[in-house]
């Protein structure tokens, strides 16, 4: 199983600041398929991105996501209020998919 | 737009059975991977299992903490996916999420839109 690392746990930043998140795998992501997920309190997830870089549908070009084999980042380029939240990495290269623990971004 | 809907979730003692059911809508049902997702109260999100489209054979995987107690099935005729929870232990206890993946190729992300979860409480 490979098991996901994000850091760091918590990110305290102020509106309009640069977020960058990072998720560190145990083994090499089969074709980079690695997908970040947000969660805003009492709401289901919401994929923001897949295969580490592409943004899927009606996610705002501020976030971006890079990174191959073992290392990915989720960047936020300048926060708005929507978007103090928890961010999950997830993995779907292999079986089985797999979490990491989560980023909570709260408001400094 | 598409639109998943959870149901059946409850209070249910240990070591009961309870079949949680995802309706979608907005989309071809038949076409997509279907997976459920688990949160414990305060807690991360953790696979559970998916069920691949009839194209690929309808394979299911699942996760091994759950192995040998839940099953995943589909009717795609009606549009429902479930998920068959057997010998619940209070561990189960979670919001249990359906969801589809982003698009219908064998390689898409697995869990492209979620619906709004459904809560199993496992309590004597």
């Known amino acids: 199983e490979i098991v996901l690392t994000q850091s760091p746990g918590t990110l305290s930043l102020s509106p309009g600041e640069r977020a960058t998140l990072s998720c560190r795998a145990s083994q090499t992501i089969i074709r980079n398929y690695l997908a970040w997920h947000q969660q805003k309190p009492g709401q289901a997830p919401r994929l923001l991105i897949f295969?580490?870089?592409t943004r899927a549908t009606d996610i705002p070009d501020r976030f971006s996501g890079s990174g191959s084999g073992t290392d990915f980042t989720l960047t936020i380029s300048a926060l708005e209020p929507e978007d103090f939240a928890v961010y999950y990495c997830?993995?779907?290269?292999?079986?089985?998919?797999?979490f990491g623990q989560g980023t909570k971004v709260e408001i400094k | 737009d598409v639109h998943l809907v959870e149901s059946g979730g409850g209070l249910v003692q240990p070591g009961r059975s309870l079949r949680l059911s995802c309706l979608g809508s907005?989309?071809?049902?038949?076409?997509?991977?279907m997976s459920w997702v688990r949160q414990a109260p305060g807690k991360g999100l953790e696979w559970v299992g998916f069920?691949?489209?009839?194209?690929?054979?309808?394979?299911?995987e699942i996760a091994t903490s759950v192995k040998g107690r839940f099953a995943i099935s589909r009717d795609d005729s009606q549009n429902i996916v479930h998920l068959q929870m057997n010998s619940l232990k209070t561990e189960d206890t979670a919001v249990y999420y359906c969801?589809?993946?982003?698009?219908?190729?064998?390689?898409?992300?697995?869990?492209?839109?979620w619906g709004q979860g459904t809560l199993v409480t496992v309590s004597s």
């Open positions: 907005g989309f071809t049902f038949g076409d997509y991977l």
């Open positions: 069920i691949r489209s009839k194209t690929y054979g309808g394979a299911t």
């Open positions: 295969g580490a870089t």
């Open positions: 997830q993995q779907y290269g292999n079986s089985p998919r797999t």
């Open positions: 969801t589809r993946a982003y698009s219908d190729g064998f390689y898409s992300a697995d869990l492209g839109s």
